[in-house]
């Protein structure tokens, strides 16, 4: 009965996607085409999601997809976590804007895949069960350390999801005509559905299959580009250089970061904040051992190494071959639709509306794949952090627990809708930032003092955990964006951009020296109980 | 080799590699911000791309490492989910 409601719900909405169309009057051939594009793909989805939720009723299939999922499946399904909207408009788009400093945020969406893969992939896998949490609450005291890092976690992934929800809703006022606050509530129904009927397996799936089409696209888009230059990328960054008004400033450095404190806290947030990310680290409880977890980070290494290359070089063609063309461009000058267009601006000149199309569902079905992902571990915070862990104190039944995720996708699927309509008009870029800033300092840090150090206790990681978390927001509140671009004030109190050096410091210093004066009896038995947990991060078995 | 030897072993590794990623990535941003003229565009590009590439390489043979590592502890079997 819920399922043929939540079905009827998205077709009404789906209906109001070609209604909105057809009142726009234009009868564009593109949008015609990206909506039948994106039709096909959420009944696609629909129908994955459908097939899911026949095979999910345990909390190990809701939370874990049964732990299923090959190194290869779970590798593609990461990359399509972590391959956003962002990551394909937004990077193509700065590339375009800023040239070649558009290469620190290719690199830095690839370089933490290293520090994953050393540090946390097999070590998480063996020691979790459902969610990163369970590491950490091993062997500290699972109430406060919990409730700690619910509140991190949300906070992550409400950031996170607010970014998502604000570009969806925005790309498909700009490609279908549709109104922001249908185009909010669309996807806020849709990844309930995905989640809330499917769980993991259908979340994984949709990852999975908008991953391939994703590459797919991006390289299609990357051959027609480097055509345009007989395939030669000497050729593409001189015509770069010709056609762009800042001629050889394209190819100089350092616009984007112009001091070494902001580069090092920038630099920390790449390597550090995905490896803090929830519906990250979520990933490697859908695989069925360690061995399995260290081939999907391998697996997303590569594929996101390969598409943080492809972007770029799209970025780098698209300066050459848009400025040559001035349809593009209104009358001031501007890209028309902002820099985030670049690629879809490319897509249209190179391969008309056909391509247009294509990379516009794609790019749709992209954030409808990495919101569902966010939901999934939005709600398993509730469900399984707070509910199962902490409220029932790990003796309630797995049906209730299956049943409060549910409720609890709901909720979240609520939340993330009245977010995005409460924000539409805010500049929410300093978000991103705020999230892997808030992953880096304290989630990232907590788990690997977990793993590493038989020194912390309960105590040091509440203390130092608490307080990263606030230095990561308050010195993103007294930066630029917000105490000047949001408060109006006349300039910054914390004069750079990034709180990541900073917030991480203090959850290291503060977690290090709590636990080393604490000397309770609790905490006197946390350390003893090291050992026990190394030899199961390892082995996933206690020591002998 | 013991499981404590093992452990000890991998552990120095793990801390060598993310040590090197850590610096490598840093040295790269503080040389764009404090010196971008340092280098040609066409360099800083290329130093990316290796990089990129690298950091695949590294991933994927530490993988491979880590599973031979641990065929040598006889571990297959008592790895499980």
């Known amino acids: ?11 009404f909405l789906l209906s109001a996607v070609g209604a909105a169309h057809a009142q726009s009057g234009d009868g564009s051939e593109p949008q015609f085409l990206a909506i039948s594009i994106f039709v096909g793909f959420v009944l696609f989805s629909l129908f994955i ?14 939370y874990a997809a049964g732990s299923g999922l090959t190194g290869f499946q779970n590798g593609l399904a990461i990359a399509g976590d972590w391959m956003s909207a962002a990551t394909f408009l937004g990077m193509s788009g700065l590339v375009f804007i800023f040239g070649v400093d558009g290469i620190v945020y290719a690199v830095g969406a690839a370089i933490s895949w290293p520090i994953i ?3 946390l992939a097999d070590r998480v896998r063996n020691l979790g069960k459902y969610t990163y949490v369970d590491v950490i609450a091993y062997r500290l005291q699972s109430t406060p350390v919990r409730i700690l890092l619910s509140f991190s976690g949300l906070t992550i992934v409400f950031l996170y999801m607010i970014a998502q929800m604000l570009g969806a809703g925005a790309l498909i006022q700009i490609l279908f005509g549709l109104p922001y606050e249908y185009a ?24 999975i299959i908008k991953a391939v089409i994703l590459l797919f696209g991006g390289t299609l888009l990357l051959i027609l580009t480097l055509n345009q230059f007989g395939f030669s990328f000497g050729a593409m960054l001189s015509g770069a250089v010709e056609q762009s008004p800042r001629g050889e400033g394209i190819l100089n450095a350092g616009n984007l970061i112009k001091d070494p404190i902001s580069a090092i806290s920038l630099g920390l947030a790449f390597l550090f904040g995905p490896a803090g990310l929830p519906h990250i680290l979520m990933r490697f409880f859908t695989v069925p051992n360690g061995r399995a977890a260290r081939a999907s980070v391998a697996y997303a290494s590569i594929f996101i190494g390969y598409f943080q290359i492809v972007v770029f070089l799209i970025g780098l063609g698209a300066i050459s071959l848009l400025f040559a063309n001035g349809g593009f461009f209104d009358e001031d000058g501007a890209l028309i639709g902002g ?11 190179l391969g008309g509306e056909l391509l247009l199309g294509v990379v516009s569902a794609v790019t749709f079905a992209t954030i409808l794949a990495v919101v569902a992902g966010l939901t999934l571990s939005a709600a398993s915070v509730f469900s399984h952090d707070l509910y199962a862990s902490v409220i029932a104190n790990g003796e309630g039944n797995e049906k209730t627990e299956v049943q409060i995720s549910r409720i609890s996708t709901l909720v979240v699927g609520l939340i993330a809708i009245g977010l995005g309509l409460l924000f539409e008009k805010q500049n929410v870029a300093y978000m991103a930032t705020l999230s892997l800033a808030v992953a880096a300092s304290v989630n990232f840090v907590l788990l690997s003092l977990s793993l590493f150090w038989n020194g912390l206790t309960t105590r040091g990681a509440i203390v130092g955990g608490a307080l990263g978390l606030l230095t990561a927001i308050g010195l993103v509140i007294l ?3 917000i105490w000047v671009d949001v408060f109006g004030n006349a300039s910054p109190i914390y004069p750079y951009a990034h709180p990541t050096l900073f917030s991480m410091s203090v959850t290291i210093v503060f977690a290090v020296f709590v636990s080393v004066t604490d000397r309770s009896a609790s905490a006197a038995k946390e350390r003893s109980m090291f050992a026990d947990q190394e030899a199961a991060s390892e082995f996933a078995a206690p020591a002998e | 080799m013991t499981r404590t030897e093992y452990i000890q072993k991998k552990r120095a590794i793990v801390f060598s590699l993310s040590a090197i990623t850590t610096l490598l990535f840093l040295a790269f941003l503080c040389v764009i911000a404090m010196a971008p003229d340092a280098a040609s565009g066409t360099l800083i590009i290329l130093t990316g791309f290796v990089l990129i590439i690298g950091s695949c390489v590294a991933v994927t043979l530490y993988g491979v490492w880590a599973n031979r590592f641990q065929q040598e502890l006889s571990l297959d079997g008592d790895e499980h989910a």
């Open chain 1, 117 to 119: 893969m050393f540090v």
């Open chain 1, 184 to 207: 909010v509530v669309l996807v806020g129904l849709l990844m309930t559905i995905y989640v809330g009927l499917g769980g993991m397996l259908a979340t994984s799936w949709i990852q």
């Open chain 1, 49 to 62: 999601t459908y097939l899911a939720a026949k095979r999910t009723s345990s909390a190990q299939e809701f």
């Open chain 1, 1 to 11: 009965m819920l399922r043929s409601k939540s079905l009827l719900a998205v077709l």
């Open chain 1, 339 to 349: 820099a985030n267009m670049t690629a879809l601006h490319l897509s249209n000149l």
């Open chain 1, 479 to 481: 930066s630029k964006p």
